[in-house]
């Protein structure tokens, strides 16, 4: 029979875990599965399954004041100064968040790897390569670039990357490292099997990117290094400003906390998440938890109360965001259909919701933070996310909006 070390057992009974008891107490499992099923466990922040602070929708909820487009141009020369500057001197780091799978494109592979090009190959990694190219080159000087990967895309995206030479920038200044998992359990809380030796992980949201960093052993380098800000943007938006001097200058110059860069909603019930204030603090609501009474509330002037949404661009101070670390974060519990195999050893493929996987999320951290600029851009020009295969927000719109942005397809 395979041996399994009493604390293990004792953190399984703790959490209530008794299936995988069962499972790891089997004398038919071979004991090379139950090392690495061991091993998994091991690894295991059950901090996941722990109460989690939540905000509470029914708190002091007020819209947030927003430096606009025109307000930006008056001063855009002298921001652009004072973020080249900034860039120059060392002092911000990029962080693209780039886990995913680009499953709702029709795509198994990862997302940035999706070519949207008609004519000629144009991967999203290549656009967002391209995009930060621009600054770079305005700069003078390469500026550090930390890819958030995960275990299922790590490997394909880094031989990726490499195979098409980095897209023209500077491999010294690239760093891949992997975002943490969580496990996924079912609607019981018992965590499910992905194989007869392998857990059920998925990644842990993209707000888990710092706490990745600092598992991965970046964060000493990030400290030990002249970086004081970092510019944290997403993986599926080809127009994505990255390192734009100017928002960076704005924030600098304005002293608040961090930046979010934030879009004019299309529609009152646009999916993107609101940005406000909650009890005196930045804070973002998720487009699903808006009520109809706050979607369509107005200022005086007749604009929307909370009509700007975030687009997953932000400038964070590194000093700051440590302090994040200890804190307890908000987790979102997520229900998703999640192939597994069931503890008697079949193979189940549902075709609906089974499972739970718990995440955190990037917009969390802007409540962490004691003020934001929110900064306004042109949704035409910096806004072409790609969540769809068909429709809103997908693969076709994103391909109108390069192309009158002219880039060529």
């Known amino acids: 029979m395979p041996m399994i070390k009493d604390e293990l057992i004792k953190t399984l009974k703790q959490y209530k875990q008794d299936k995988l008891i069962a499972y ?4 038919t499992l071979c004991k090379a599965n139950e090392c690495r099923l061991s091993k998994d466990i091991e690894s295991i922040d059950w901090s996941f399954l722990e109460p989690h602070k939540s905000y509470n929708s029914a708190d002091d909820i007020k819209p947030i004041d927003i430096t606009l487009i025109d307000a930006i141009k008056q001063d855009e020369n002298r921001f652009e100064q004072t973020g080249l ?30 070519n949207v090009g008609t004519d000629r190959e144009l991967f999203i990694f290549e656009c967002l390569i391209n995009n930060t190219m621009k600054v770079v080159k305005k700069a003078g000087c390469f500026i550090p670039f930390y890819i958030m990967t995960s275990s299922i895309n790590n490997d394909e995206t880094v031989a990726f990357f490499k195979e098409h030479n980095y897209f023209g920038y500077n491999p010294d200044y690239i760093t891949f490292f992997v975002q943490e998992s969580n496990p996924v359990t079912d609607f019981e809380g018992n965590i499910l099997l992905a194989d007869k030796d392998e857990l059920c992980m998925s990644p842990n949201g993209n707000g888990g990117w710092f706490s990745s960093m600092e598992r991965n052993g970046l964060l000493d380098e990030l400290l030990n290094s002249p970086i004081e800000w970092i510019n944290v943007f997403s993986v599926d938006n080809v127009l994505q400003g990255i390192a734009d001097p100017v928002f960076l200058g704005a924030t600098i110059e304005s002293g608040k906390t961090c930046g979010a860069k934030v ?50 661009n932000y400038l ?25 195999m069931d503890y008697d050893g079949t193979y189940i493929t549902p075709t609906d919701v089974n499972a739970f996987k718990y995440e955190t999320l990037a917009l969390d951290l802007i409540h962490a933070m004691d003020s934001c600029l929110a900064y306004e851009i042109n949704r035409e020009k910096e ?16 391909r109108e909006l390069l192309r009158k942005n002219g880039v060529i397809l």
Request: with cysteine; hydrophobic share 35%; net charge positive.
């Open 263 to 312: 879009v004019a909603k299309a529609a009152p019930d646009e999916k993107v998440g609101a940005i406000c204030t909650m009890s005196g603090k930045p804070h973002i609501i998720e487009y699903y938890e808006l009520s109809d009474k706050m979607m369509n509330e107005k200022n005086p002037d007749g604009t929307y109360s909370y009509g700007y949404g975030v687009i997953l």
């Open 383 to 398: 806004f072409a996310p790609i969540k769809n295969k068909e429709g809103i927000d997908s693969i076709d719109t994103a």
């Open 85 to 114: 500057e900034a860039i120059r001197d060392g002092k911000l780091a990029l962080v693209l968040l780039a886990g995913g799978q680009g499953t709702r494109l029709g795509y198994d592979h990862p997302k940035g790897m999706f």
């Open 316 to 340: 964070f101070p590194i000093k700051k965001l440590k302090h994040t670390l200890n804190k307890d974060m908000p987790l979102h519990i997520v229900k998703k259909a999640v192939p597994y």
């Open 24 to 27: 790891l107490s089997d004398s």
